[in-house]
């Protein structure tokens, strides 16, 4: 089962944007990365062309490492590990280590 997934709120823990929070728009697990918004911007020079008549410098996000991120527990406030259990009718949970809150 995945830490982080799609639509979880995370928190920067290392790096130039570190202590930022933001939505994870998608993961990469083969890389070991996730994309997420607001986070990580980077400036891509784009050239001018047929669909695109402007150009210029484009800022967008870049891909952060999953070890890089935590997830940010929204009961606790803050940015914790995450924990696997299993509930009784057999289904795996993720679970907040810190306030052992059921993430959804």
Do not use: W
Request: net charge positive; with cysteine.
């Amino acid at each position: 089962m995945k830490n982080i997934r799609k639509n979880d709120i995370v928190m920067v823990m290392a790096g130039k944007d570190k202590g930022k929070t933001g939505k994870v728009l998608s993961v990469f697990p083969k890389k070991g990365k996730a994309l997420v918004e607001g986070v990580n911007f980077i400036k891509k020079h784009a050239r001018r062309t047929q669909q695109d008549q402007q150009g210029g410098i484009i800022q967008k996000e870049a891909l952060i490492n999953l070890s890089n991120i935590l997830l940010y527990c929204k009961t606790c406030s803050k940015p914790t590990r995450v924990g696997v259990t299993e509930l009784t009718d057999g289904t795996k949970t993720r679970y907040c280590k810190k306030c052992n809150e059921i993430i959804s």
